[in-house]
């Protein structure tokens, strides 16, 4: 252990909402004085991974007896700076663009102009999820400029950080470089790769990595990151909440995604396929489907799954807290003609419908089969 280890304080763990044991992990991890070189952060997106990376490697380089400079220090690891931390994103790729090509090469100004806006957000809520049109993988390059990172040597940082957002989306040639990487690291180099996806990164980098698992935000919580850092409305807030799955970034899709209007189209295709109105039911998704709006479809089947299970507990119950407390009378009316109705294998099959959009499926066939899975209700 290291000696200044009973003397240890958090200054920047606390900035992390939420996850409690993660925190515990990461400071006794410190107070050891004995750093991983690597580690996996996994969990859904919009719960804090990338945040609790940023304060680690803040908690990482404290000095207690160079307070001004670690303020300096702080805010520079804050802005994503280097040689503090390298931030590795998932980027468009440029006109004519190879892998001899930089990252950043090859985009035009307005790409270039676009990720520096995107980066500014997140420097200032490092719980925002930078947004990039086209950034669809983390690219070969993108990995191999770790080189350069690392040949580069500061014997007055303690720590520097190559954080890795979205790792999951290294196509097999990245990982195969990341691994080179991660097979004989730097003194004071730490890998950080956050992912909601991690089954999908090699094992042998998998296996480098301590894994930190983190769970979703309670409801309290995700209520004080929307008001605090995305500076919500308090009503709006507390409306989405229930619905957000402990996420901010399910929350601001819901928000964005205007909440009441989807709240009212998810009541909508309820009565329509129950009804079998079919047409009726698949019209309520027209606009998404010209739109090609994956994201608002999956956030429609989110919310239908929860108007299930709202009806599950409401059969067992009739009482108590539910998410659809607005729309009470549909799970009344629903449970006094349908009394008996087994929804667990249609919730399931509305969740595998959901997963089904990362394999590029035809959006009209996904959608039919919502509407059709619904009706085998009330058949």
């Known amino acids: 252990m290291a000696p200044w ?20 992990i990461l400071s006794n991890i410190i107070q050891s ?12 997106d919009g719960i804090g991974k990338e945040n609790a990376a940023i304060s680690f490697t803040k908690e990482l380089n404290y000095s207690l007896t160079l307070k001004e400079k670690s303020k300096s220090v702080s ?44 980066y500014k957000k997140k420097s200032q809520n490092h719980y925002y999820k930078i947004q990039i049109p086209r950034a669809n993988f983390i690219k070969i390059s993108s990995i191999r400029d770790i080189k350069k990172f690392l040949s580069f040597s500061y014997d007055d940082i303690k720590y520097r950080v190559i954080l890795i957002s979205q790792a999951h989306l290294m196509n097999e040639e990245s990982q195969n470089a990341l691994l080179k990487n991660l097979e004989e690291p ?7 790769l956050c992912t909601p996806s991690p089954e999908k990164l090699r094992e042998t980098i998998r296996s480098r990595c301590w894994k930190i698992n983190f769970q979703p935000l309670e409801e309290k919580e995700l209520l004080y990151l929307l008001t605090d850092k995305f500076e ?47 047409h009726s039911a698949f019209m309520e998704f027209e606009e998404m489907l010209n739109d090609s709006d994956i994201t608002r479809i999956r956030l429609v ?39 008996d109705v087994d929804v667990a294998e249609i919730t399931n099959n509305l969740d595998s419908i959901s997963s089904s959009f990362r394999n590029n499926i035809n959006l009209n066939i996904a959608v039919s089969n919502i509407v059709f899975q619904l009706a085998r209700l009330t058949s």
């Open 5 to 24: 280890a009973p003397f240890f304080m958090s200054i920047f763990l606390d900035e992390i909402t939420g996850n409690d044991k993660v925190k515990i």
């Open 33 to 44: 004085g004995n750093i991983p070189h690597a580690f996996l952060f996994t969990g859904a």
């Open 75 to 118: 805010t520079s690891i804050d802005n994503l700076s280097e040689p503090y931390i390298k931030y590795i994103l998932p980027l468009p790729r440029g006109k004519s663009e190879s892998e001899q090509h930089g990252p950043y090469e090859k985009l035009t100004e307005d790409e270039i102009e676009q990720i520096n806006s995107e």
């Open 186 to 192: 730097p003194e004071g180099v730490i890998f950080i």
């Open 232 to 278: 919500i409305e308090s009503t709006i807030a507390k409306e989405v909440v229930p619905f957000a799955g402990g996420s901010t970034q399910n929350a601001i899709s819901l928000i964005e995604s205007n909440f009441e209007d989807l709240l009212d189209k998810t009541i909508k295709i309820l009565r329509y396929s129950f009804g079998k109105k079919y």
């Open 301 to 339: 089947i989110t919310m239908l799954i929860i108007w299930l299970n709202d009806f599950q507990k409401y059969r067992l119950i009739e009482e108590g807290r539910f998410f659809f407390s607005k729309q009470i009378e549909t799970l009344e009316k629903f449970n006094s003609k349908f009394p």
